[in-house]
T-cell receptor
Framework: QKEVEQNSGPLSVPEGAIASLNCTYSDRGSQSFFWYRQYSGKSPELIMSIYSNGDKEDGRFTAQLNKASQYVSLLIRDSQPSDSATYLC???????????FGTGTRLTIIP | GAVVSQHPSWVICKSGTSVKIECRSLDFQATTMFWYRQFPKQSLMLMATSNEGSKATYEQGVEKDKFLINHASLTLSTLTVTSAHPEDSSFYIC??????????FGNGTRLTVT
């Protein structure tokens, strides 16, 4: 069974620090990896996408992918209270084929 | 940017009635739409995949006769929850893609069945 696993948290990080979110996946055939942010009662919004091994940076966010270890992570630098949300890791076998979501990690940034 | 509009944003209905949820792509042609369901403090679970002009593909355990999906045009897909029961109360979210375009999510529909 294809699975995406995340630590459910909650993860508490002081404002200004680095938040580190981790995700592992079971399907070695996965090619596309996404991080979504979901505020309570809202639908997910795409934060980062990554398709090849290594790091990808976008502003305060850095996604890291290691296909050999079947591991993808998201780093949030200079954490802000507005970053407090649930972060969902999603994996796809291709481009926009159906996504398999992890259970999400609830992140709280402490002012 | 591309927008997916979902309507209604919330609905309350009585047990045994049917509810229709609409998902529209506003500025792109959505060849594929996905319907997800999310229970409180759980992740999104894919219910079905719909391609324009063809029958939806349902995930294992999702009753196709209970959750009717229609994707009659490149900009509209609908999900009808038939004979709704309290256990169907959930957050229903659609997403759409035009193939090579990124996946865009609607704002979700909070369904409460009393």
């Amino acid at each position: 069974q294809k699975e995406v696993e995340q630590n459910s948290g909650p993860l508490s990080v002081p404002e200004g620090a680095i938040a580190s979110l981790n995700c592992t996946y079971s399907d070695r055939g996965s090619q596309s990896f996404f991080w979504y942010r979901q505020y309570s009662g809202k639908s997910p919004e795409l934060i980062m996408s990554i398709y090849s091994n290594g790091d990808k940076e976008d502003g305060r966010f850095t996604a890291q992918l290691n296909k050999a270890s079947q591991y993808v992570s998201l780093l949030i630098r200079d954490s802000q209270p507005s970053d407090s949300a649930t972060y969902l890791c999603a994996v796809s076998p291709g481009g926009n084929e159906k996504l398999t979501f992890g259970t999400g990690t609830r992140l709280t940034i402490i002012p | 940017g591309a927008v997916v509009s979902q309507h209604p944003s919330w609905v309350i209905c009585k047990s045994g009635t049917s509810v229709k949820i609409e998902c529209r792509s506003l500025d792109f042609q959505a060849t594929t739409m996905f319907w997800y369901r999310q229970f409180p403090k759980q992740s999104l679970m894919l219910m079905a995949t719909s391609n324009e002009g063809s029958k939806a593909t349902y995930e294992q355990g999702v009753e196709k006769d209970k959750f009717l999906i229609n994707h009659a045009s490149l900009t509209l897909s609908t999900l009808t929850v038939t004979s709704a029961h309290p256990e169907d109360s959930s957050f229903y979210i659609c997403s759409a893609t035009g193939g090579h375009s990124p996946l865009h999510f609607g704002n979700g529909t909070r369904l409460t069945v009393t």
